[in-house]
């Protein structure tokens, strides 16, 4: 069948510009003929880690539902903010909870960074941070990301960017993106044969 591609905004408010290049990059996985998944961190609100309540209770909802998600999909995206040059809390508190589940479903499958911010650089120091928690996990993290600059005023009223140019470098990125996981999961498939 299609690849299947869960395509993630990693920000809880309604109105983050991470969601909006979350939907532009889920149409743009629909335009090659594969399945997107569209989620927002919305769907998997969570409390802080704390191990006295995995001992407990295990996991919560919200991260198992996380969980379910990402063991549904070939590979997935993630579109986040940067907070103060690194990954935003909410984030990296969802993948330290999502990562204590057995089979761990972080590890091995390919991933793309993007991420929209109102700043100059877009947001893209947040994105090599966040490499470090996911190659960890053993996530096949794609060597190229993407950072949309001055996200506020990117975007056209039918969701894509204004800039030409970007968004044709975005769309190259997520074809670039998608035709290697294509080749390593029929790779994988060959094998088990
Ligand atoms: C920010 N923001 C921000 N932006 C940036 O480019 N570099 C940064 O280091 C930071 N730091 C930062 C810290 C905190 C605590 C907040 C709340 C915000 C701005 C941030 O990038 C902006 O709020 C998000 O891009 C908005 O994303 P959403 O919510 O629209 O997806």
New binding site residues.
């Given amino acids: 069948g299609p690849l299947r591609v869960l395509v993630f905004?990693a920000?809880l408010?309604a109105?983050?510009?991470?969601?909006r290049l979350a939907s532009l990059v889920a149409r743009l996985v629909s335009d090659t003929g594969a399945t997107a998944d569209l989620a927002g961190m919305r769907e998997f609100t969570m409390p802080l880690f704390d191990g006295d309540v995995e001992a407990a209770e295990g996991l919560p909802e919200g991260a198992l539902a996380l969980r379910d998600r990402l063991e549904r999909c070939d590979a997935f995206v993630i579109s986040s903010?940067?907070?103060?040059?690194s990954v935003p809390g909410v984030l990296k508190n969802a993948i330290d909870w999502v990562s204590r589940v057995r089979p761990q479903p972080f590890k091995t499958k390919h991933a793309l960074l993007v991420s929209?911010?109102?700043?100059m650089?877009g947001?893209n120091?947040?994105l090599w941070a966040l490499r470090i928690p996911l190659e960890h996990l053993g996530t096949r993290v794609y060597p190229d990301m993407f950072s949309l600059a001055e996200?506020y005023q990117s975007f056209t009223e039918d969701g894509r960017l204004a800039n030409d140019r970007l968004q044709q470098r975005l769309a190259e990125t997520v074809t670039g993106f998608l035709s290697l996981v294509e080749a390593d999961v029929r790779y994988v498939c060959l094998q088990r044969r």
Wanted: avoid cysteine.
């Fill in positions: 905004g920000a408010r109105g983050s510009v991470n969601a903010p940067e907070y103060n040059a929209a911010s109102p700043s650089v947001g120091r947040g996200a």
